[in-house]
């Protein structure tokens, strides 16, 4: 029996060791003291966490380091300065941009769509300068804005005719090569493909209006 006990205390894991780092602890307080003004409470509470783990163990895990490493960067008075001079640039023509992206997204989700939900929602939010980036200047979006500029083709109380085509698709297919009267037109453009901005239009002979997109519509004869 006594020999059994001997042996499971023989195969125990060891303690984890503790070890001085002083290079890390003075990066972790060389970081909390550049960023007292700027940091949230969570920030503020974290690197106090992990500034007492790196006096004692002289290490972080792996989770710990990589949300250390974002705070870090966040706190850089370089790109302190990049996001000052971002915010001070900020514009009603970027805003309006911002704002047709987050519509666009909205409308066709899910990518980038809490976002969506905060621009839309929060008139003060000014969001960084890559989020601004990555949702406005990719090609999709800049489609649908160029579309959007483009301005619609038909105007209300204007005439046109259904496509009679296989492509033309929703309601507007049962009256393919019939002419309809413009009742109303989207303002918005919330697609990237042309000719996708929605129209309400009345088909001739009909009482019942149905919805159709532009690129499904032609000029009447």
Known sequence: ??????????????????????????????????????????????????????????????????????????????????????????????????????????????????????????FSYVPGEKLYRKMVENKYVQRAIQHAEAGPLYTVGSMATVRNSESVGGSARMYRGKDVIVLEVEEKVTSAVKGARIYKVLPVGSVTPIETQERFLKKKR
């Open 1 to 122: 029996m006594g020999h059994y006990f001997k042996s499971r205390n023989y195969h125990r894991k060891p303690r984890a060791q503790k070890q001085n780092n002083p290079e890390l602890v003075a990066r972790i307080e060389k970081t909390a003291a550049r960023g007292t003004s700027v940091m949230t409470d969570w920030e503020r509470n974290f690197l106090g966490s992990i500034l007492d783990s790196a006096k004692v163990w002289g290490r972080l895990t792996a989770k710990q380091h990589g949300i250390y490493q974002n705070i870090e960067n966040r706190l850089d008075p370089a790109n302190i300065a990049a996001r000052q001079s971002w915010n001070d640039s900020w514009n009603e023509e970027k805003r309006a941009a911002i704002i047709f992206a987050a519509n666009y997204y909205k409308a066709n989700p899910p990518y980038f769509s809490d976002a969506a939900t905060r621009i839309l929602n929060d």
